[in-house]
Every structure is written in structure tokens, then in C-alpha cells.
């Protein structure tokens, strides 16, 4: 899980894609795709964020909802925090404590 996550990760424009999500959670392809030209110059297809959204849900990073017609995606930070407090956390170990 932890390398998907990486992989995810490891392109900008997926990156991008989670600053917008973080600027403004539940966002459609078609928000996503306007945000991403507006802010960004990013003259991407909407199929092309579409994969990038793909390898972001696969990854749990963005979870997307169905309402009627539409259907949004909300980032998903709990992997993040994951990998975070695997290095962050302090060891307990009966050997390490004073």
C-alpha cells in the first residue's frame, strides 16, 4: 500500500490534483480539469486526469461518491498519515526506554 502511495505521488500532476482537492474537497473531473487549466496551464484531457485520478483513488488518496449525475472526489489523508507516523512514532520497546 505504502508504494502505491509513493507511486502516486512521485508525479506532479497528481500532486497538483490533491493541492486542489486540499483547496477545495469535493470536486468533479470537469472542476478538477477548469482548475487545473486556470491555475496551472495544464492543458491536460479530461481522460488524462481521469487516469490521474484512477491511480490516486487506487492508491486511497481520493475517494470518489456518486450523486445522480455526478460524481465527486474527496481527498483521502489517512494513508499520508500512515506513512508519517511509521518514522514519527516513538519506540516503545522495553529495550529503548531509560
Known amino acids: 500500500m505504502a508504494e502505491d502511495v509513493f507511486k502516486a505521488l512521485a508525479d506532479p500532476t497528481r500532486r497538483r490534483i490533491l493541492d486542489e482537492l486540499v483547496e477545495r474537497d469535493g470536486q468533479t473531473l470537469f472542476e478538477i480539469c477548469a482548475r487545473l487549466v486556470t491555475k496551472h496551464g495544464l492543458g491536460l484531457s479530461r481522460q488524462a486526469i481521469s487516469q490521474h485520478l484512477a491511480v490516486l483513488e487506487s492508491a486511497g488518496l481520493v475517494l470518489s461518491r456518486r450523486e445522480g449525475r455526478y460524481k465527486f472526489h474527496d481527498l483521502n489523508t489517512e494513508p499520508l ?18
Open 81 to 98: 498519515e500512515r506513512i508519517a507516523t511509521r518514522w514519527l512514532r516513538p519506540d516503545t520497546t522495553p529495550e529503548n526506554t531509560p
